[in-house]
């Protein structure tokens, strides 16, 4: 019985000291050097190459590093049978709702300008946005999206919310799937922190900018699939949208090549909304570690018939 490590550009060195911290018996093995392959029954995965969890004959159960599991739904090598996890803790939840409400602060404030101005040496204020004009729809409301609704509802912005089934939140007003267009009527900022299912897959397109109110701005923190990224040109040219602070892109990393880097009111993050902390995450790992042994369903296991 075996543990496995694989996640590319990470040291991984440092998920299995923790994770021995956590069960000092369990055996641990990190890619690619894999001595005993058939020997792994549970994998820890952030972004592995597709294909490369063929053969493990005995793999029971993977559970993605971070919240997001796109990278194993996509992973055809992977079998039916095997059960699909992903890490929600609190801190990660803490991140991304900072993240957005420090994008919604950016935006209102107009700190890219500032740094701009800064750096040609031209002094020149701009009236910041007022609150009553960023009325914050978040599309989502899961692990994350409830997380960010409620810190930006306490920061006293007027927030709403769309999911696929009711919901019930103090203070924010809620749609559910088949109420888009209520919902984006009241918007200003569009917050996406929806998961990437074939539903999802370029919800932020043209149509969608042009229903919010103005004036509109686009946060992406959900998958860069989610936008359609021609149609983010054309609507911040158009005026559908004042401008987007995106952390997540179709390609990452985002190509030097790229329309988004010349476009001053484009906000651009490396994925950095929220950052799985090893040392938080490892419990969830080992239980459900142990679980799988067992036979047992996992924290957090992921639906593959809803995809998310
Ligand atoms: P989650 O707990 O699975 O919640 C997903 C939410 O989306 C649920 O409220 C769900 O509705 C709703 N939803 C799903 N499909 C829908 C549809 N077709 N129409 C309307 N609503 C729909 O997901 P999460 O953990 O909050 O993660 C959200 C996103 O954040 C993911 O894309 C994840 O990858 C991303 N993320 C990004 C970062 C980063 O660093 N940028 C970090 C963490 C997570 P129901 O509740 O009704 O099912």
């Not at 490369?52 to 992973?75: C, F, I, P």
């Not at 750096?119 to 007022?130: L, N, V």
């Not at 709403?160 to 939140?169: A, D, L, V």
């Not at 686009?218 to 559908?240: P, S």
Request: aromatic share 8%; net charge negative; charged share 25%.
């Amino acid at each position: 019985m075996s543990l496995l490590l694989i996640a590319p550009n990470r040291d991984m060195n440092v998920w299995k000291e923790s994770i021995l911290e956590v069960d000092p018996n369990i055996d641990i093995e990190i890619w690619p050097k894999v001595k005993h392959k058939e020997r792994v029954n549970f994998a820890v995965s952030w972004r592995h190459p597709k294909n490369v969890l063929n053969g493990y004959s005995n793999l029971k159960a993977v559970t993605s590093l971070g919240a997001g599991v796109n990278h194993l739904l996509e992973d055809e090598a992977i079998p039916e049978h095997v059960k699909l996890a992903r890490v929600v803790t609190s801190s990660l939840k803490e991140q991304l709702a900072e993240y957005v409400l420090t994008a919604v602060l950016n935006y209102r404030n107009h700190t890219s300008r500032y740094v701009d101005q800064k750096r040609e040496g031209y002094w020149s204020p701009h009236d910041a946005i007022s609150k009553k004009d960023c009325v914050i729809g978040i599309m989502g409301l899961g692990e994350m999206g409830i997380e960010a609704a409620r810190m930006l509802s306490n920061n006293g912005y007027s927030v709403t919310g769309w999911s696929k089934t009711e919901k019930q939140i103090d203070g924010i007003e809620t749609f559910i799937y088949n109420q888009l267009n209520e919902f984006l009527d009241e918007t200003n900022i569009l917050v996406c922190m929806l998961p990437l299912t074939s539903e999802t897959q370029g919800i932020l397109n043209l149509d969608v900018f042009k229903k919010l109110k103005k004036p509109a701005y686009l946060i992406n923190v959900g998958r860069g699939a989610h936008l359609i990224e021609e149609d983010l040109i054309y609507g911040i040219d158009t005026g559908a949208l004042a401008g987007a602070c995106l952390d997540v892109f179709e390609e990452e990393p985002l190509p030097s090549h790229h329309l988004f880097w010349n476009r001053p009111k484009i906000m651009i993050t490396p994925h950095i909304g929220a950052v799985t902390d090893p040392k938080e995450a490892v419990a969830q790992i080992v239980e459900n570690y142990k679980r799988t042994l067992s036979g047992m369903d996992l924290i957090n296991q992921v639906d593959k018939k809803k995809g998310y």
